[in-house]
């Protein structure tokens, strides 16, 4: 039976290090024998919840009464056997799009009160961050008791983080992180029974690495001239 | 001169814990002096942050590439002395359209690359925060980073929780809280020489919360019915 | 094979609301074949962390520099194969003795330069908090974090928690959350393979309850007096 | 009237990052007209809270039962105007020392029960961290909501952090970022009216660095060797 791993990408920048880690992420686990997908938050629409089971505990249930995309998410989550959420750190916090994400999959929570399981429960869950300063491990901790409440399981070294403006792609502890985060969802789900949850010396390491530096570079080349366009309306030239 | 103190409503329940505690501290605020103002983030239209500044940091200034309501909160933000944040707790952390407010203010924090300082910088900052189960305390203290890093004070007992599926205006403690942000925000921007920080019988007590108790319940009456249209969609009859 | 579990006790009172949290969850592995054991932190003398690898990194490793308590305790950690953390929560966070534990247990992890693998990887966590007011969720987040750092796994709802003052016995959810603990951790450890992580009817509540139940109010008669002696020195007799 | 600031250092390294920033916050308060003083918490005797309150809220209150180092401690606290505290990032959190010192300021905030006011309260508070790796951001978000519930106020920037392994004093923003805590300390007791709460380039930035620099060298040589001798016991000569 094929293991299914979804990325959940929160960055906007498919080239940034947030997205470079994921990717590593889930190539190793492909590249062990899961079957990956994933879904770039920022483009999708997916409202923000709006906390109907504080009026009553039954109103909330899958599928949600918002009728965005996360009706598809919701699908694709369903049939993963292992979830890695990625995010970019923005003010010690995930971004604004992994934050409606996380919420509007109370619906799988909630369903306890229905049929006395969770629908997402049993699933592995691998947690990734980045970001320039500070917070890399307030956004880590937040999203593994939200996941663990979930019912996920977490696995040994579930999680890989960096803190810094420079290229993910050039720290090799922070690289060899995330490629085990892949690792450890994928084993976790295949039951295997180990008591070595990390690799320092994956034999697929260097063929991940490039796969990455070589999409990233060509998403790079694609999107950034839009983007700059778009963010840069009100910057000096001479400042760029 | 007035001191101007705006409250900043991230609940989509406006009869809800959540909106009674911040009307609770803005009533008092507006009771010793202050004039206040509220804006409800469910209300408004705000777009997740771009992360622009990861790409240059020069890219992120006021005001913000993004075109939606942040626009005009901005320009309340600006105007106002004390701000006073207000959440529901949502998987432990605050509501989405909360965490998109917060990543949008960027811009003022980030002016300290134009201009050598933050353009909220000095002002007052109170937090509250309600849920009906544990959280409240990792929200508060993510808000609070947030807000002193933006160059914001927190003045003494600046924020105020409340934990439970109760209504919070049973709860004398937590009533008496989140007066007292509104207070101490006031007192804060005032520059008031005090050693006492805390009233735990202000004069006004229950004509504050006299006043909220009524207003709430007519939002109640007037919005829960359309509300509960949208969200019971799918609820059984029997279980409502 | 047996089955280890080991409690880690961060409470001084032997009769508390951690302390129940944590008995319930040691019982009712103990019930479903594993082979229990407690260490009460506050019974135990535990130097604080010198940090000595910030000096050098191979400065840290098994067994510490520091010979106290924690050198018997070593080994039992060695010895389980899951253990169960509980703490009180004294300000947002856990008690002193709990985080000298934390700390100290560095040198199994940082065992990775010298073995490649933290020696306590692969061992399966679960984590119980009990408080009077909000926090709990930061002590578990922040314990989770940690402990998956260890290289430990964190089943599916691997904690617990309980904000109030009232006995914790008395509330059903938080009673079952904690039997939970002790039968997730010993599921996870034993490798079965299920999608059912939580049970809302254990066969053995009752028998559990009543155990702990009593061997707390066993414990109060006990310890209470020599501890009501020691704290309530200073206590006006008219406010005991 | 003489403002009078204490630092609190919660570091066993008298000559590594967290010290280093503490020093230039002092350092900086002290040119400005502050009277400074230091306490090194692992040359005190620190027992940990007792949780007495959990039994009685009228247990716990100054001066704690507990007899040691803490009743000099309280002192010097209770004649501060402001307090800066630092402390090393060890597993997300704060040093254990640290921890034992912050519960046992209860017995300042519980006289609310005895006094109606925290006997802490008003204080002005500044917060360090430093550490090799992520986690500074949390330690900082701890300490600070503790801070403030306390009743201390939180100024503008009211902390610095640092994250990595190299000497801090290397890096140009946490050095300034150092000395601005203490800065801003100093002006929020002084009552300053102003709204430039960060100083990029202060006049005295090169004698106070200089003065940390070289006190910390002497500290290093004067210190290291024993502390060397007591943490190397276990190495192997050739991984020095």
Redesign the interface.
Known sequence: MTIKILGING???KY?NTYKMLKLALYSAEYLGAKIEIIDL?EKRIE?????L???Q??C?Y?C?IKDDMQEIYKIILESDGLIFAT?V????????M??L??RI?VFENM?YFD???WV??KTAGIIAAG?E?????V???L???L??Y?????????A?F?GKEDVLTDTNAVLDAINVGRVVYM?IK?E??????D?RPSFLEEVLSRVKEECEKNYKEL?PG??E???????SE??
Chains 1, 2, 3, 4 share one sequence.
């Open positions: 960055s906007p920048r940034g920022y923000p919840c709006l906390g109907c504080t009026d009553n039954y109103a249930r599928p009464v970019p923005y003010w010690f916090n995930m971004s604004g799009p934050k409606n996380v919420d109370t306890v006395e399981y969770s429960e049993g320039a500070s917070g890399t491990a307030m880590v901790s937040s593994m008791i939200t663990n409440s019912g996920m399981m977490i696995p040994p070294w579930g999680f983080y803190t976790a039951g029974k180990t008591s070595r949850w990390y320092p950034f983007r700059k778009k963010i840069f309306t009100l910057l000096d400042k760029e």
